[in-house]
């Protein structure tokens, strides 16, 4: 009769005085750690172990039992493995929650193990919003004087948006993927990334050797994620929405989101076209020699302009002023708010830059949110969801007429931005001059699929990544946006 196998520990119960430590896990993640002094040789092999119940912990093999290992554990495999030394796990490198780590020893035994049921991918998702929570910094860990490339990129999810910076062989493998990804913004997975604090703000960033980056995984959370984001432009304007006229607006008792064709036939003068915002994109507002964002309930010192623009919108017979924000405004523009913000030179107000009156006599579509928060702002006008200049949907929606029937109901969409969102706050009248506009962090555009260049920074990494992030900052600053054209998404 053979021997009762003794049952597994649960990786989450796993602690020093436990005695003999016997598990079953995959191997989520392993990476090889180069020594300091020379890249050429490896100092450890780093392991991130998940059980059926989707515990983590970290696992490490050091440089004198590699010979006995290596070639014995890949990653995404699973295995039973038994004696190892329970650790405290101290220190900036962390890649679990777990308070112990696992440290391989001569005596410490590997098994293959077919047939299990763990979780292949073990993602403990957290929104953007959670991230931009964290107020405390953590170590970077890289050499100084090394010359390294980066590229920061914006991650939005339903919560927010969120800077992320990647460096050296992580910017020719985001490259990649995203060359080969479909049409549309992509969805993002990145796992075993670090937080770092910039300029009061929390960010994603790599960590060489470790982070492990996705696009458009085919796993349920990247699918439902996919699912409820913003339609492509022609299922909203031609088959999501209602449609309704211009003249038909202003005495609507209907709540609802509706479609409208109109021609923009002036740009209202005199009005703010422009808002000093947070990062979070709520409005700010000055106080004691810095901003407060009521949103983020704290005080920020760097912010960036967006776009409140009022414009008359006519159908021929009526007209009514509708209100377009940040996205929307930069799409017809072609140019974010802060190149017309610097380029002006002046307070908050006034008259529009001229570039705006190019567009009067346009053809566009909007959507209108009718709804009670969204539809008449206090002054009679409308704040618009979305605009679409594209001529060919122009045509197909005013040759399909007056009225249609959607054929497609609307689920709680994914805001690529929160423009919507953003409460309406008064900019006193002696608004600080912009002396700012020098440190403005201007957001890159969204562009639909292209073949990737290699626009990053080549730039010295250090331990203090404050002056690489100023860098790119200015770089991106002078560049102008580009048309963000989606057909589908």
């Not at 191997?27 to 092999?45: G, Q």
Request: overall charge positive; glycine content about 6%; some cysteine.
């Amino acid at each position: 009769m053979s021997k009762v196998c003794k049952k597994f520990d649960v990786v989450a119960e796993i602690m020093p005085n436990k005695g003999s430590v016997r598990i079953k896990v995959r191997v989520l993640r392993l990476w090889k750690v180069p020594a300091f002094l020379n890249p050429s040789e490896i100092s450890s092999i780093e392991m991130i172990l998940i059980d059926e119940k989707g515990a983590k912990i970290h696992a490490s093999i050091r440089k004198q039992l590699l010979y006995m290992f290596e070639s014995k554990i890949q990653e995404g495999e699973v295995y039973q493995m038994s004696c190892f030394a329970v650790i405290p796990q101290v220190g900036y490198y962390r890649a679990t929650l777990h308070p112990y780590k696992l440290l391989f020893q001569i005596k410490t035994q590997v098994q293959p193990f077919k047939g299990s049921d763990i979780c292949k991918y073990g993602l403990s998702l957290t929104s953007l919003a959670d991230v931009c929570s964290h107020n405390h910094d953590y170590k970077f860990l890289v050499g100084d004087g090394k010359l390294t490339k980066m590229v920061v990129v914006e991650l939005t999810d339903a919560s927010g948006k969120c800077e992320c910076a990647l460096f050296g062989d992580y910017v020719e493998e985001l490259n990649k993927k995203m060359g080969k990804a479909d049409e549309g913004l992509p969805v993002v997975v990145i796992k075993f990334a670090k937080i770092k604090i910039f300029r009061d703000q929390a960010s994603i960033q790599n960590v060489i050797n470790t982070t492990r980056i996705f696009i458009n995984p085919d796993i349920p959370e990247a699918v439902e994620f996919k699912n409820r984001a913003k339609p492509a432009m022609d299922e909203e304007f031609l088959r999501m929405h209602p449609k309704k006229k211009v003249s038909e607006l202003t005495d609507l008792e209907e709540d609802g989101i509706f479609a409208i064709y109109g021609v923009l036939s002036g740009i209202v003068q005199g009005e703010d076209w422009w808002y000093p915002a947070c990062k979070c994109h709520r409005a700010v507002i000055p106080d004691s020699g810095a901003y407060y964002c009521n949103g983020c309930s704290k005080h920020v010192f760097q912010i960036v302009p967006r776009f409140k623009v009022k414009v008359e919108i006519s159908d021929g017979g009526s007209t009514c002023v509708f209100v377009i924000f940040d996205s929307d405004m930069s799409y017809i523009m072609e140019k974010s708010c802060a190149h017309f913000v610097g380029k002006s030179k002046v307070s908050n107000g006034g008259s529009c830059p001229a570039e705006f009156d190019a567009q009067v006599g346009s053809k566009m579509l909007f959507i209108v949110d009718n709804g009670p928060r969204q539809s008449k702002i206090v002054d009679g006008t409308f704040r618009v969801k979305r605009v679409c200049m594209d001529s060919q949907i122009i045509q197909k929606f005013i040759a399909d007429g007056p009225f249609v029937t959607p054929v497609k109901a609307m689920s709680q969409a994914i805001e690529v931005e929160s423009d919507n969102d953003i409460d309406d706050v008064d900019v006193v009248a002696d608004y600080q001059p912009l002396s700012f506009m020098k440190d403005v962090i201007v957001t890159p555009p969204v562009v639909a699929k292209t073949p990737y260049k290699e626009d990053v920074v080549v730039t010295a990494v250090k331990r203090n990544l404050s002056e690489v992030f100023d860098g790119a900052t200015k770089v991106q600053g002078k560049k102008s946006m580009r048309r963000v054209k989606i057909e589908k998404e």
